[in-house]
């Protein structure tokens, strides 16, 4: 029957009727909803790893057992599983192995716009490119027939506009395939001697894979009128089709690594001009570059930001039909911290510190975000502690008095350990604040190593935080209370003070966890409020200031009293019932 598929689900369903078994992944917008719609399925193992590298090599290791697998990671995720990605090149697999990586063009949730086309290329590893839900779903099928038959992982690509999209797919039943493992030293031990024995097998077997991208069923020829031909992919080609219908001849390339050569002269020989319309870098316009083409495309469409219908048309000398154009200018509506948000409070007490702090990745980053304004570096995951570590060393007692990193819990089991651990050893006077909500936050609400629950809600290992932090070294480690502004003052003062390093765990669930009970929401009282506005300095979406007098919305106000604390008039007060207040 057939149902209508987020992208993401339809590549779990894919992954679920081909057999695959075994699932690690770490969260990142926009892949995480295919681990999660994975989850759902008994039939597959599947958890979260700590980060991409562990998950890969995970994979690695189930699918070297016998048994098809997976993992999943946003496009900056594949960076740091790329060390693993580029050797599995060379060692090939058992049973087949897919890797699920979604690139962000747009940067709708991401510190960077990265084409991963280029780790596919630069691994000579094949990649598969859907531009819908039914590709993304018989694409994650087809992954695995590749792999096998080829001994290689396969990317398989997604874009957030195919994985947050839905069509229209006709899903089937799970087939099992299991193999059984063989001892292969030459194979699978990459010291150099095999490894230099390997390289040829891996040059091989790119050409054999480009001469499938010639015939096989991921790319194909869509005839129509001969005055243009456009070679596309992913959500490109939805658009060049909106835009053209049939009045252009389209290539449509599902397999971005490797790029077929005669079939794209063929098809260039049947029209008069050749354009490659693609997102971000010109990977398909140089490759036709190279075969001689005379070819159009990073000349008239950007190498920056996502596509669109419009923007196609407009580029291409189309005229975009009435109704498709949005004259109105939208209000702009930046992202903020959510009421009751545990980062706030010690947003605050940096900022009134001034404090120079250096960020990481998670919702936490938003404390970069005016009135607050309180974070002044963010580069990638686990980067705060190891830039404080360069910052302070190289700054002196300078910056040392007055510096801090700040990381979430599950970053910080990513990779935040390996930069605390550099500050242990070579001993920077740098303290550290671990933002601890509890959850994976800004991903949707994820478990992680520090939670005591696994991808299915179930309990699981749970890694003590001012133990571990203590066993690396660190004699100084204190946990505060966010919504207490005092004795977060206090210990920040105190740590920033001390002639060594120094961990702060500022402990509070997050305010969106639906186990979470909240206080009742808190009122102004208008004869107390003087209209001062040293309220809206914690940037708190509850508060505002309506006839010159703050005001607080009780639908979103969690009653963290984050406000009270700072209002000289005690004009906060609680609307909880007499004698009932938390």
């Not at 039939?43 to 699918?63: L, Q, R, T």
């Not at 319309?277 to 083409?293: A, R, S």
């Not at 002639?499 to 206080?519: D, Q, T």
Request: proline share 5%.
């Amino acid at each position: 029957m057939k149902q209508l598929m987020l992208g993401n689900k339809a590549v779990a369903r894919g992954l679920y009727e081909a057999g695959c078994s075994f699932v690690s992944s770490y969260p990142g917008t926009p892949s995480t909803e295919i681990t999660e719609e994975i989850a759902k399925y008994d039939d597959i193992y599947s958890e979260w790893a700590p980060n991409e590298k562990v998950a890969m090599e995970a994979a690695f290791g189930a699918c070297l057992s016998g048994t098809r697998s997976f993992c999943g990671m946003k496009h900056v995720g594949l960076n740091v599983a790329a060390d693993p990605l580029y050797t599995m090149s060379y060692t090939g697999v058992n049973a087949g192995m897919v890797i699920g990586v979604a690139d962000d063009a747009g940067m709708h949730s991401s510190q960077n716009e990265q084409d991963s086309r280029h780790h596919a290329i630069a691994s000579k590893v094949p990649m598969l490119e859907p531009s819908d839900s039914q590709e993304a779903y018989e694409f994650a099928k087809l992954a695995y027939e590749i792999s096998e038959q080829f001994d290689t992982p396969v990317l398989l690509k997604m874009c957030t506009r195919v994985a947050h999209s839905q069509s229209v797919v006709e899903p089937g039943e799970r087939e099992e395939h299991k193999k059984a493992y063989e001892k292969n030293i030459p194979k699978y031990v990459m010291m150099p001697g095999n490894a230099k024995r390997r390289h040829p097998i891996v040059e091989e077997r790119t050409a054999k894979l480009t001469e499938y991208a010639e015939t096989g069923p991921v790319n194909r020829v869509e005839m129509g009128g001969t005055e243009i031909g456009i070679i596309t992919a992913s959500t490109s080609y939805q658009y060049v089709k909106e835009v053209f219908g049939d009045s252009v001849s389209v290539l449509k390339l599902g397999m971005a690594n490797p790029l077929p050569n005669r079939l794209i002269l063929d098809f260039a020989s049947k029209v008069d001009k050749l354009i490659v319309v693609e997102e971000l870098d010109p990977i398909i316009e140089n490759h036709c570059k190279e075969l001689g083409l005379a070819v159009s495309g990073k000349d008239v469409l950007p190498i920056c930001d996502e596509f669109s219908q419009n923007l196609i048309a407009r580029a291409l000398g189309k005229e975009v039909p009435e109704g498709r154009t949005l004259d109105e200018q939208i209000p702009m509506r930046p992202p903020v911290m959510c009421s009751g948000c545990p980062h706030r409070g010690l947003f605050y007490v940096l900022k009134r510190n001034k404090c120079t702090v250096l960020g990481d990745i998670g919702c936490y980053t938003l404390g970069a975000v005016a009135p607050l304004s309180a974070m002044e570096m963010t580069l990638c995951m686990g980067g705060s502690i190891s830039a404080l570590h360069g910052f302070n060393k190289a700054g002196g007692a300078a910056n040392e008095g007055k510096t801090v990193a700040v990381i979430g819990d599950s970053t910080f089991m990513h990779s935040g350990m390996t930069g605390l651990a550099n500050i242990a050893y070579n001993q920077s006077n740098s303290t550290v604040i671990i933002l601890d909500n509890s959850i994976t936050g800004m991903t949707g609400h994820q478990q992680n190593p520090t939670t005591g629950y696994n991808i299915k809600g179930e309990p699981a290992g749970k890694i003590d935080l001012e133990a571990l932090c203590r066993a690396m070294g660190f004699r100084r480690v204190r946990v505060v209370d966010p919504y207490d502004l005092k004795q977060v003052d206090e210990a920040v003062k105190e740590e920033l003070a001390a002639a060594e390093p120094s961990v702060i765990i500022s402990r509070r669930p997050c305010a969106l966890l639906k186990y979470v009970k909240h206080n009742a929401p808190l009122k102004v009282n208008t004869d107390k409020c003087v209209g001062c506005k040293s309220c809206m300095q914690i940037g708190c979406p509850s508060i505002s200031i309506k006839g010159g007098k703050a005001h607080v919305d009780n639908t979103l106000c969690v009653g963290c009293n984050v406000c009270s604390q700072m209002c000289r008039f005690d004009a906060f007060e609680s609307t909880a019932p007499a004698g009932k207040e938390a």
